[in-house]
């Protein structure tokens, strides 16, 4: 099983700052199948980035995804404080699917 | 535009079989193209794959919960299923379906474990 390591696991930042948040897969991520979702407080994860750095269909593109292999990163270049929500990693080229615990993004 | 809405019981008792259904608009569960997710989160905590299914009868489990779990296919009300037997605490969570390549989720339902 791929164990994804997201880090930090709480950064606080301002509205207007850029966010970078890391995300340390255990092992190779296979075809860089590994995804980025927001979380909203009691709502659904949402599809951010898919295949490492493709942004998914209406989202900003204030965000972008990168890396590959097991060292990958989400970019958010200007904050706005709709962002400082849960963000997760999650692999899906090898099974089990695995995903991050996890990074709250707070208002400083 | 792909919908999905999970129901079914938001209590289950200690060691009986939780059963929750995903009623899925916009495409075909029996469509080869997407296989179809559960995934779940326990309250304050991250997420959890618990498994799929394609093409009607294939599926794959997280090894975690494989020796409990069961996931179906109903293609008459292009609905699938979950079932996970034998529960206790440690499986209360939101329960979400969603389609594998994670652009379409449920809202997700929350399904307690308690006596």
């Known amino acids: 099983e791929i164990v994804l390591t997201q880090s930090p696991g709480t950064l606080s930042l301002s509205p207007g700052e850029r966010a970078t948040l890391s995300c340390r897969a255990s092992q190779s991520v296979s075809s860089s199948y590994l995804a980025w979702y927001q979380q909203k407080p009691g709502q659904a994860p949402r599809l951010l980035i898919y295949g490492a750095s493709s942004r998914a269909t209406g989202i900003p593109d204030r965000f972008s995804g990168s890396g590959s292999g097991t060292d990958f990163t989400l970019t958010i270049s200007r904050l706005e404080p709709e962002d400082f929500v849960v963000y997760y990693c999650?692999?899906?080229?090898?099974?089990?699917?695995?995903f991050g615990q996890g990074t709250k993004l707070e208002i400083k | 535009q792909v919908q999905l809405q999970e129901s079914g019981p938001g209590l289950v008792k200690p060691s009986e079989t939780l059963s929750l259904t995903c009623t899925v608009s916009?495409?075909?569960?029996?469509?080869?193209?997407?296989?179809w997710s559960w995934i779940r989160q326990p309250p304050g905590k991250g997420l959890e794959w618990i498994g799929y299914i394609y093409n009607i009868g294939s599926t794959n489990y997280n090894p975690s919960l494989m020796s409990r779990v069961t996931i179906s296919v109903d293609t008459s009300k292009n609905q699938f299923s979950l079932k996970l037997s034998s529960v206790t605490a440690a499986d209360t969570a939101v329960y979400y379906c969603?389609?594998?390549?994670?652009?379409?989720w449920g809202q997700g339902t929350l399904v307690s474990v308690s006596s």
């Open positions: 916009g495409a075909s569960v029996s469509s080869g193209d997407y296989y």
């Open positions: 999650q692999q899906y080229g090898s099974s089990p699917y695995t």
């Open positions: 969603a389609r594998n390549s994670g652009d379409s």
